[in-house]
């Protein structure tokens, strides 16, 4: 089993200088790491190239986003499992990589695993996905600190690349699942995030969110479900804008506009995903699954295979 760390990066120098530095520390080493620069212009490449040579270094001449740049990178690497990262994401254990190994020999039908995130002051990226927390499968996780097996990936339609930033990775493990396999959070290992302001703007991030979650439905849900989760998926956002004052629900139809026009090239990439399987997963944010008993009980009907 190989391992490959990937990381996409935009004119952050300095933090994917210090996330390097601490990759570089951890024992074993990765097999490879591979990076984007996308679009940069404050000399990431040279510092790479002249700090970091052991890198393999590939660039967006132009800004492409997030999911396109990693799905370059995916496509690029040659080892068994990649260990996605954030340009200012980084393992915190010395031993990292042997137990990665170890979790996905024990996680044989694991496609993704995900880890605690640890973000700035100790705090977690969300209560039910720390250290304290007990595995469970999962309908979403973070690239900052996930590792995917890349044969997987390649087997998949793999993230949509027209989503620029966020929700491709809900997409991916709604994918995982519709080929039988599954997502998982363990709590044995931690990533560190170190969240900065330039990741601070909140209604920019939702409206991408919201956006990418609809075009998603219309590409993976089945008729005639599709209609009522697509309204359903509208109402929550909304709802979401609302409760965040009167600013975000004045300007919630600012990304309404932007989903509408993308819907011819949802329709081209349309690939519906069997019902059984959809609504199971939809289920997985609410009510997480932990056990054997609970996988062949929700799943059997979507024919998943047993842990």
């Keep these: 089993m190989t391992f490959a760390v990937m990381i996409t990066t935009r004119n952050r120098r300095e933090e994917l200088r210090r996330t390097l530095s601490n990759v570089q520390q951890l024992q074993p080493q990765p097999n490879e790491i591979v990076i984007c620069a996308d679009g940069c212009t404050d000399n ?3 510092m790479v ?11 967006n001449e132009q ?5 396109f740049s990693r799905d370059r990178l995916i496509r690029l690497a040659k080892s068994d499992i990649v260990m996605s990262l954030d340009d200012d994401s980084y393992p915190i254990d010395h031993d990292f990589f042997a137990r ?20 700035n002051n100790a705090v977690f990226a969300h209560p039910t996905k720390s250290p304290s927390s007990p595995g469970h499968l999962v309908s979403a996780y973070a690239n900052c600190a996930a590792a995917m097996r890349r044969d997987v990936y390649l087997r998949s339609q793999g993230f949509p690349i027209f989503f620029d930033h966020m929700y491709e990775e809900p997409d991916f493990a709604l994918q995982c699942y519709a080929l039988g396999y599954q997502v998982w959070f363990r709590p044995s290992v931690g990533i560190r995030h170190h969240v900065t302001s330039a990741q601070g703007d909140e209604i920019g991030r939702h409206h991408l969110n919201a956006r990418n979650e609809l075009w998603s439905v219309l590409m993976r849900c089945p008729f005639p479900y599709v209609l009522a989760v697509a309204l359903f998926r509208i109402w929550r956002q909304f709802r979401h804008a609302c409760r965040k004052g009167l600013t975000g629900a004045i300007r919630e139809p600012v990304w309404w ?18 019902w059984s399987v959809y609504y199971a997963w939809m289920k997985l944010a609410r009510k997480p699954i932990r056990t054997r008993e609970e996988v062949q009980h929700v799943f059997g009907r979507a024919r998943l295979p047993r842990l």
Excluded at 49 to 59: K, T
Excluded at 63 to 67: D, I, L, P
Excluded at 257 to 274: E, Y
């Design 44 to 46: 990431t490449q040279e």
């Design 49 to 59: 190239r002249s700090e970091f040579p052991h890198c393999i270094l590939i660039e």
């Design 63 to 67: 800004a492409r986003g997030s999911v």
């Design 100 to 119: 990665l190994k170890e979790l996905f020999a024990q996680y044989s039908q694991a496609a993704v695993i995900s880890f605690p995130e640890i973000r």
């Design 257 to 274: 506009w932007s989903a509408f026009r993308g819907i011819p090239t949802c329709l081209r990439h349309r690939s519906p995903i069997d």
